[in-house]
């Protein structure tokens, strides 16, 4: 199975700082990464997917990067919504693998 | 809008059984995949299962591989989950997803708020 290892776990950020999260994958996975947000109780949010797409309805501040085995998502200016977990999805190879997750407080 | 909403958790003895429901709407169900995806208290997410658009095509996680059962009925846009040997290590919340494609799993796009399952005696 590929892992994909999320840094850091949790990361500690003030409203409209830029925060920066890592997956790297444990092998090339192009760019078949996807990346959602999870706040308590609820089922995840998609923000992006393909690396790079930006799902319809999410802000612009959100914007992800990367390809092969190392991505990156970034939130620019952040906003009291966006203290949540983060977590990416691999999707090149069977089976559907996740990172553990970052929390972002 | 798009809604996906969960039902038939519970708690359920080691070794039982139960069958879970995702019901879709605001969308043509019948032409995406879906998945079950579950979270264990206070864990990340687990991909479980996934089926095709047609029902033609399934893979399941080898942790449920044998006692989980994936279907769907497009006629009442519902997915199913039948679970059976359940174990304390399938407690969790249940997600149902839908993927962006029709035929092979890429990612997901909508998710529902979950239902939890118990497992324990």
């Known amino acids: 199975d590929i892992q994909m290892t999320q840094s850091p776990s949790s990361l500690s950020a003030s409203v409209g700082d830029t925060v920066t999260i890592t997956c790297r994958a444990s092998q090339d996975i192009s760019n078949w990464i996807a990346w959602y947000q999870q706040k308590a109780e609820k089922g995840p949010k998609s923000l992006i997917y393909a690396a790079t797409s930006l799902q319809s309805g999410v802000p612009s501040r959100f914007s992800g990067d990367g390809s092969g085995t190392d991505f990156t998502l970034t939130i620019s200016g952040l906003q009291p919504e966006d203290f949540a977990t983060y977590y990416c999805q691999q999707f090149d190879t069977y089976p559907i693998t996740f990172g553990q997750g970052t929390r972002l407080e | 809008q798009v809604q996906l909403v969960e039902s038939g958790g519970g708690v359920v003895q080691p070794g039982g059984s139960l069958r879970l429901s995702c019901a879709a709407s605001?969308?043509?169900?019948?032409?995406?995949?879906m998945h079950w995806v579950r979270q264990g208290p206070g864990k990340g997410l687990e991909w479980v299962a996934f089926?095709?658009?047609?029902?033609?095509?399934?893979y399941y996680a080898d942790s449920v591989k044998g006692r989980f059962t994936v279907s769907r009925d497009n006629s009442k846009d519902t997915l199913y989950l039948q679970m059976t040997g359940l174990r304390s290590e399938d407690t969790a919340v249940y997600f149902c997803a839908k993927d962006r494609m029709d035929i092979v799993p890429t990612s997901f796009d909508y998710w529902g708020q979950g239902t939890l399952v118990t497992v324990s005696s």
């Open positions: 089926m095709r658009h047609d029902g033609t095509t399934i």
């Open positions: 605001g969308f043509t169900f019948s032409t995406y995949a």
